[in-house]
């Protein structure tokens, strides 16, 4: 068996043209069914996100006709024209099949490489082909090394640990400055999409008050009322700034929305620890002479984006560890797949073996005397598969270290001949 | 050097590696191996303090070589009992190394005089133990204070730079190195307290004198009253977590003066 990919990502194909190669949902099932109702099709599945689509098959024949079979299918399904789609696609077998499905699973091929959904949507695909019942034992097994390759990479690199995304990396600080944001008040000041976009995730994340003051009162209520907050006058936020833990500011105000003033006198009222400011909008609001008073720590826009690129970076260097994980994986499963291809042959060994043996068994009968019925099951049920197993271990054993080596088909063919198989 | 203390040493040195290990890098890194050698150093330590207490028919507690013994042990239970209530693990590479220095000491150090002559009743029997036991655990205690203070203002550091190290994401929450400062401030105090009062009874008892005047006395009031003044700024002035974090390093450097005083004394 041979194992072929044909995809196209977002590397590959803009997003007009993923949209219309994507499988949803409610396609998924037929889609599945016309891919494996094939003769050069043994097992098949679909990834298909908005990023990317992947249709891995195992085929019988050679990787050629597969891969043809695979973009056919492609073709077909869509009711594209095989030229306009050409230009687009990736075609991967053996190797290098295994090596992409891996790097996809742990995220490596993603447009923000580490991010956690891509694993989660290939164990996705792979259930959903499991219910259609288009995988089958190579499948089966690619995708669950591919799922604990990617779990393996997760854990041993720091590809996903820290955030690259402004609004995660105000989370991050708030984390680093508050441990237990579930007594932190957060104050919105303004409604602009990032600082909104920040204050959501600091509420996912478990903070527990949320306040929001815009110049338009509705938009300020609109958003209070979503996370079952308060809004204020933009005139009185100032009497609320000191029981603020944390204070995002996103207004298009031109000029400074907190002065140091305002800072200083929050800060000495307060008295609980510090005040995280985050300035998230252009002009900035927020004095940055703020951020050189104790306890009262301010980030704008710029510094949350170098934060976002160097953790960017160090994901890129993380990705070179993962890469070599993936390499040595790949390795593992090759063999692994070569000696699962010697599976049916240790099956034939053993059957030839034993019927041999029974033959011998029923032509010696009767020179062996007389036996009960009782020692002649013995004998057909007890000694000759003991025998059998005793003589094809060696055989056996030799058999899977060949094909560990990749050099299976040769033993395979002495083995044929020895024992008389063909 | 006794076999238990090659035990002790090996197992807190492999502590103090793995410790700066997890803080510098990005993987977890023999976290299982330096359990197991902590549990094994522990466990040896604190075999060794019983058996000495066994020889020598009292609390291991004279000289340079049980004090150090004794308060590295204590430090090792705080920065437990630090783990339990924080879950703060960073705090290790700050703790240990200070755990290795004194075990060092406490293993190389001569072996101090069998036996106190001045202590005869059977209450300064229990005194002087009690009155040297509770003045070292909080002492142990403001040791965890100092380091969640150097934790504190590192951390700071960064975030007023916005330049992040490796470690940065190591550390434990502002929040969190505060209140760990704090707490263990606090504690100390109140063991020293009591270990000051149990002194001085045990001396008034020994002496008639309740007080001599000597260095040491001198220097452990005066610390007690640094401290006294240290949290009642906190609590009064509302001292903020920076001023905290640097008083408690500060102490900890009086702490290790007055320890070094008082290993001259013996």
């Known amino acids: 068996m041979n194992i072929v990919l044909v995809g196209l990502s977002h590397k590959t194909a803009p997003v007009e043209m993923r949209e219309r190669l994507a499988f949803n949902e409610a396609l998924i099932n037929d889609a599945l069914s016309a891919l494996v109702d094939h003769v050069e099709v043994d097992e098949g599945l679909i990834v298909s996100t908005c990023n990317r689509v992947e249709v891995v098959a195992s085929v019988p024949a050679g990787v050629e006709k597969g891969i043809h079979r695979l973009t056919g299918f492609l073709s077909d399904f869509h009711n594209l024209p095989l030229e306009s789609l050409d230009l687009h696609l990736y075609r991967h077998s053996h190797t290098d099949a295994i090596k992409h499905i891996f790097r996809v699973a742990s995220s490596l091929d993603s447009m923000v490489v580490g991010e956690s959904q891509i694993l989660g949507q290939v164990k996705e695909a792979y259930q959903c082909a499991v219910r259609a019942g288009t995988v089958g034992r190579v499948l089966s097994q690619l995708m669950h090394r591919a799922l604990s390759v990617a779990k393996r990479i997760r854990t041993e690199t720091a590809i996903s640990q820290k955030p690259v995304s402004i609004s995660s990396v105000a989370v991050e600080l708030a984390r680093k400055v508050h441990s237990d944001l579930s007594d932190n008040t957060i104050l919105l000041v303004g409604a602009g999409?990032?600082?909104?976009?920040?204050?959501?995730?600091?509420?996912?994340?478990?903070?527990?008050?949320?306040?929001?003051?815009?110049?338009?009162?509705?938009?300020?209520?609109?958003?209070?009322?979503?996370?079952?907050?308060?809004?204020?006058?933009?005139?009185?936020?100032?009497?609320?700034?000191?029981?603020?833990?944390?204070?995002?500011?996103?207004?298009?105000?031109?000029?400074?929305?907190?002065?140091?003033?305002?800072?200083?006198?929050?800060?000495?009222?307060?008295?609980?620890?510090?005040?995280?400011?985050?300035?998230?909008?252009?002009?900035?609001?927020?004095?940055?002479?703020?951020?050189?008073?104790?306890?009262?720590?301010?980030?704008?826009?710029?510094?949350?984006?170098?934060?976002?690129?160097?953790?960017?970076?160090?994901?890129?260097?993380?990705?070179?560890?993962?890469?070599?994980?993936?390499?040595?994986?790949?390795q593992h499963f090759i063999k692994h797949l070569r000696s699962l291809d010697i599976g049916p042959s240790v099956l034939e060994v053993k059957e030839i073996l034993s019927q041999v043996a029974l033959s011998e068994f029923k032509r010696n009968r009767k020179r062996m005397g007389n036996l009960d019925p009782e020692q002649e099951t013995a004998i057909e049920d007890i000694l000759i598969p003991a025998l059998v197993n005793k003589l094809s271990h060696p055989v056996l054993v030799h058999l899977r270290a060949a094909a560990r080596n990749g050099d299976s088909t040769d033993v395979l063919d002495e083995l044929r001949k020895m024992i008389r198989i063909d | 050097m006794d076999i238990l203390w090659i035990v002790i040493l090996t197992g807190y040195a492999i502590c103090v590696a793995q410790s700066i290990l997890a803080l510098t890098t990005k993987r977890p890194v023999m976290r299982t191996t330096a359990f197991v050698s902590l549990a094994i150093a522990f466990a040896a330590h604190t075999v060794w303090l019983l058996l000495r207490a066994v020889q020598t028919g009292r609390w291991p507690l004279v000289g340079t070589r049980e004090m150090c013994a004794f308060l590295s042990w204590g430090l090792v239970v705080s920065y437990l009992i630090a783990y339990r209530w924080y879950r703060a693990?960073?705090?290790?590479?700050?703790?240990?190394?200070?755990?290795?220095?004194?075990?060092?000491?406490?293993?190389?150090?001569?072996?101090?005089?069998?036996?106190?002559?001045?202590?005869?009743?059977?209450?300064?029997?229990?005194?002087?133990?009690?009155?040297?036991?509770?003045?070292?655990?909080?002492?142990?205690?403001?040791?965890?204070?100092?380091?969640?203070?150097?934790?504190?203002?590192?951390?700071?550091?960064?975030?007023?730079?916005?330049?992040?190290?490796?470690?940065?994401?190591?550390?434990?929450?502002?929040?969190?190195?505060?209140?760990i400062s704090f707490k263990s401030m606090a504690i100390g105090f109140v063991l020293l307290t009591l270990g000051i009062a149990a002194g001085i009874y045990w001396q008034g008892m020994r002496d008639g004198v309740f007080w001599h005047g000597e260095p040491i006395e001198i220097f452990s009031v005066a610390t007690w009253l640094i401290y006294l003044f240290l949290i009642q700024s906190r609590m009064n002035a509302g001292w903020s977590g920076r001023t905290t974090a640097l008083a408690s390093i500060v102490s900890f450097m009086i702490v290790i003066f007055s320890l070094v005083l008082q290993g001259m004394r013996l």
Do not use: W
């Not at chain 1, 938009?219 to 944390?246: C, K, W």
């Not at chain 1, 003033?261 to 002009?283: C, E, H, N, T, Y």
């Not at chain 2, 504190?152 to 190195?177: D, G, T």
């Open chain 2, 89 to 179: 693990n960073a705090l290790k590479s700050f703790i240990f190394p200070i755990v290795l220095v004194l075990a060092t000491i406490a293993a190389i150090a001569p072996g101090s005089v069998g036996h106190l002559d001045d202590i005869n009743s059977p209450l300064q029997k229990i005194l002087f133990p009690v009155h040297v036991g509770l003045i070292l655990l909080s002492y142990a205690a403001f040791f965890i204070g100092f380091g969640a203070g150097i934790m504190y203002i590192i951390q700071e550091r960064e975030l007023k730079l916005k330049r992040f190290s490796a470690f940065f994401y190591k550390l434990p929450s502002l929040e969190v190195c505060d209140a």
């Open chain 1, 193 to 330: 999409e990032i600082g909104e976009l920040a204050a959501r995730n600091l509420m996912e994340a478990g903070a527990g008050k949320l306040i929001v003051t815009n110049r338009t009162t509705e938009r300020a209520e609109q958003i209070a009322r979503e996370f079952g907050g308060g809004a204020v006058n933009f005139e009185a936020f100032y009497d609320i700034l000191p029981s603020a833990d944390i204070v995002i500011c996103s207004t298009d105000a031109p000029d400074y929305v907190i002065r140091m003033a305002d800072a200083r006198r929050a800060l000495k009222s307060r008295r609980r620890g510090p005040l995280l400011f985050i300035d998230i909008s252009v002009p900035r609001n927020i004095d940055p002479a703020i951020a050189d008073l104790q306890d009262s720590f301010l980030f704008d826009v710029d510094d949350l984006q170098s934060v976002v690129n160097s953790n960017l970076t160090e994901r890129q260097r993380e990705a070179h560890v993962a890469e070599a994980i993936i390499e040595a994986e790949v």
